[in-house]
């Protein structure tokens, strides 16, 4: 059973570029989580996604980025009009229906590196 | 002041000891606490997740919770190399809002 796929793992991009990351729960799974991570500080929720509905967005900045889970396909996390500080490691993860929420299995990240 | 407190370490300990990490934090309404192993690069990786006061042991592992202090505990015992790692605490106040907060890391290094 794969587990949670994350890619592209390393993305540079210059700023005011677009950002898109791409998550992929595990099979069984129907809720997806992104976190982002700063260098030095733990990980901060962004937004809480089951398919086709954004459930809990509380933690995304309120400008440049978005999430969608769609019906079908990978869940996606953009930036648009990137800026330095949004150098940090985002991190997707999910959890399926049938267990508590807060049992959550990451995958291995996305390093965005803004030039 | 931050919801959950962690000391980021490094903590540094010899092969075989005894580790003690912990967290405290503010939020009374915190019920669901977990601990998260994250090696140097990778994601994070659930190692223990409890509900509200007790203990709970499994294998090497034990996770310990006081609420009426707001301190949360993870032990190791027979510490070993590939125990090195960053040691992540997080909390949620429910079960179905999916909103894990985190503690900042504490960094264990295992000297054989």
């Known amino acids: 059973n794969a587990g949670v796929m994350q890619n592209p793992r390393h993305l540079v991009r210059r700023r005011g570029q677009e950002a898109r990351l791409r998550c992929s729960p595990m099979?069984?799974?129907?809720?997806v989580y992104w976190y982002r991570q700063l260098p030095e500080e733990g990980l901060k929720f962004m937004v809480y996604?089951?398919?086709?509905?954004?459930?809990?967005e509380s933690g995304m900045p309120k400008e440049r980025f978005s999430a969608e889970f769609p019906k079908e396909g990978p869940s996606i996390l953009r930036i648009q009009q990137v800026v330095r500080g949004d150098s940090a490691a985002y991190f997707c993860?999910?959890?399926?229906?049938?267990?508590?929420?807060?049992?959550?299995?990451f995958g291995p990240g996305t390093r965005l590196t803004v030039l | 002041q931050k919801e959950v407190e962690q000391d980021p370490g490094p903590l540094s300990v010899p092969e075989g000891a005894i580790v003690s990490l912990n967290c405290t934090y503010s939020?009374?309404?915190?019920?669901?606490f977990m601990w998260y192993r994250q090696y140097s690069r990778k994601g994070p990786e659930l190692l223990m997740y409890?509900?509200?006061?007790g203990n709970k042991e499994d294998g090497r592992f034990t996770a310990q919770v006081d609420k009426s202090s707001k301190y949360i505990s993870l032990f190791i015992r027979d510490s070993q190399p590939s125990d090195s790692a960053t040691y992540l605490c997080?909390?949620?106040?429910?079960?179905?809002?999916?909103?894990?907060?985190f503690g900042q890391g504490t960094t264990l290094q295992v000297k054989p």
């Open positions: 939020n009374s309404a915190f019920q669901y």
């Open positions: 996604l089951q398919k086709e509905n954004i459930i809990d």
């Open positions: 993860a999910s959890s399926p229906a049938y267990r508590s929420y807060n049992e959550q299995f």
């Open positions: 997080a909390m949620s106040a429910s079960s179905n809002t999916g909103k894990l907060i």
């Open positions: 409890t509900y509200s006061s």
């Open positions: 099979k069984g799974h129907s809720h």
